[in-house]
């Protein structure tokens, strides 16, 4: 069964410090990765995404993650966060024909001001 | 840009009794997914329809029933309600074609007294 990893469940960090949250998955076919931002009471906001090519996908905000196919991971980071990056961070994945997201348990990032 | 509108935003409902929350999704997506956040939790999938037709199952209780219907809104139906299903309850939808990313609505909230 598919699974998705993400180690840090909580992250503190100054403004303008440098972001990476750790996500593993185990699939041992084709996936789509997915990062999806959730800020305080508000609904899921797609990051950013991987289909295929290019590795190293830029998402909005500044974020970028880098699928590594041999690690099966896609770290999501940031070179300088802000404090309105203050949020909670989900990884995930689909696989297959129906497209069902499976999320990790979600990284928490409180950036302090 | 239209975005996936759910509703009620906010329900609440007594042990055993019945609810009913609806999802529109963005124009022209043919795919509609229903999660369930429990406090704290990662996104769990429940059920998902494509075309009008349920294309994938989830942990989704007996309990509860979901359709899609001709314009492409989906319906979640919840029977019994228990305080375990106290949850936000996110939609979100999809257009199938070239495994396109989910955009999620902004959840219904449902608390059970």
């Known amino acids: 069964a598919q699974s998705v990893s993400q180690h840090n469940h909580h992250v503190i960090l100054s403004e303008a410090a440098s972001l990476e949250l750790g996500c593993n998955y185990s699939y041992g076919g084709t996936v789509n990765l997915f990062w999806y931002v959730q800020y305080p009471g508000q609904h899921l906001q797609l990051l950013l995404k991987y289909f295929s090519g290019d590795p190293l996908v830029k998402g909005i905000k500044g974020f970028e993650a880098e699928f590594i196919k041999s690690k099966f991971s896609f770290n999501l980071r940031k070179p300088s966060v802000q404090w309105s990056d203050t949020a909670e961070y989900f990884c995930a994945v689909n696989a297959g024909a129906t497209n069902k997201l499976i999320f990790g348990t979600g990284t928490l990032l409180a950036v302090q001001p | ?113």
């Open chain 2, 1 to 113: 840009a239209a975005g996936v509108i759910q509703s009620p935003r906010h329900l609440i409902k007594e042990k055993r009794e019945t609810a009913t929350l609806k999802c529109y999704p963005i124009p022209r997506h043919d795919t509609v997914y229903w999660y369930q956040q429990g406090p704290g939790q990662d996104p769990q999938f429940l059920i998902s329809f494509y075309e009008k037709m349920q294309s994938d199952k989830g942990s989704i209780p007996d309990r509860f029933s979901a359709q899609q219907f001709s314009d492409y809104h989906s319906e979640l139906n919840m029977s019994s309600l228990e305080l375990g299903d106290s949850a936000l309850y996110f939609c979100a939808s999809s257009s199938r074609e070239g495994g396109q990313p989910q955009h999620f609505g902004d959840g219904t909230r449902l608390s059970i007294l």
